[in-house]
């Protein structure tokens, strides 16, 4: 029998997940399928008990289920990675022998696309993530693992960030600090992470408008990456303008969403999709798509 599997959100249509999984399965040889599942804002256990009934394997959750999903494990008494514990929300649940199992993939995805896809080492380097909100609370434990030197959280509102740097003040050696954005200097990070929604539209502005002026000149100090966490066919503005301050790689989330499938792919199946294959065949869908210029 096919293994079922699905993608839960609301809306849901736009996702790029069952195309991925899809490719995941051709090359490994998996007989599974993948769907879109959209479920009603406050209906989402009962319609994932509705998709337990029918078979289903796992679920990948994505915005706003995110804090049910992990609610949803927690309420049957059943197994939390750390990672997700500490996020405080599961993008990944996987069904088996009767027991709900939930973790939280993004934070991974996201070192993994930085180390492996970059190339850029996270061991002892000075991290700064701009945003404090749930995009930033799923990676700092996997980011913590991967063995930064220091992890900063700058938001605009500095009480938010303070807040999440001390619950994950005690994890690890890493120090965990908060800044407001008018702190943020670009010499004193060697990573530069954008987890706010602002870097892809026009809003963007108000986000770049925050930071203060940085240094220039060619003996100014940069970050080694600067990494958006959201994707799309053009260039965001945060990547432009870590461009304009002279940041020589920059990059977007694409790879950060295809690493964090092949985790949950590679959970439930035991085995390790080509994830840089799918990658480039994403890219240059994206970028087939994109309006002339």
Not at 15 to 28: E, G, L, T, V, Y
Not at 100 to 122: E, P, Y
Not at 253 to 274: H, I, K
């Amino acid at each position: 029998m096919t293994d079922r599997y699905a993608v839960v959100g609301n809306p849901v249509a736009h996702s790029r997940s069952p195309w991925i999984h899809a490719a995941f399965a051709r090359q490994s040889g998996q007989d599974l399928s993948y769907g879109l599942q959209q479920a009603e804002i406050g209906q989402f256990a009962a319609h994932v008990d509705g998709l337990r009934q029918q078979g289903y394997r796992g679920l990948n959750v994505t915005v706003p289920f995110k804090l049910d999903a992990i609610a949803y494990a927690r309420e049957r008494g059943d197994q939390i990675s750390a990672r997700a514990r500490m996020a405080g929300a599961a993008n990944t649940l996987k069904f088996e022998d009767g027991r709900v199992w939930a973790d939280n993939t993004d934070g991974i995805g996201l070192v993994q696309d930085i180390t492996r896809r970059m190339g850029v080492s996270l061991r002892e380097r000075r991290v700064t993530i701009l945003g404090a909100g749930g995009a930033t609370r799923g990676v700092v434990l996997p980011l913590i693992e991967a063995g930064v030197a220091s992890l900063v959280i700058a938001n605009r509102t500095l009480d938010k960030a303070r807040g999440l740097a001390e619950s994950f003040a005690g994890t690890g050696q890493v120090p965990v600090t908060a800044r407001a954005l008018s702190q943020v200097w670009l010499a004193d990070c060697d990573v530069l992470i954008n987890a706010t929604s602002s870097g892809l539209s026009a809003d963007g502005a108000d986000l770049l408008a925050r930071l203060p002026q940085q240094p220039s000149g060619p003996d100014a100090a940069r970050p080694v990456l600067a990494y958006d966490m959201v994707y799309g066919a053009q260039p965001t503005a945060f990547m432009a303008w870590a461009r304009g301050q002279g940041i020589g790689q920059v990059c977007d989330g694409l790879g950060m969403l295809v690493e964090q499938a092949a985790e949950a792919f590679q959970w439930w199946r035991g085995l390790r999709p080509d994830a840089d294959a799918v990658f480039r065949d994403l890219r240059a869908q994206l970028q087939a798509a994109a309006p002339a210029s």
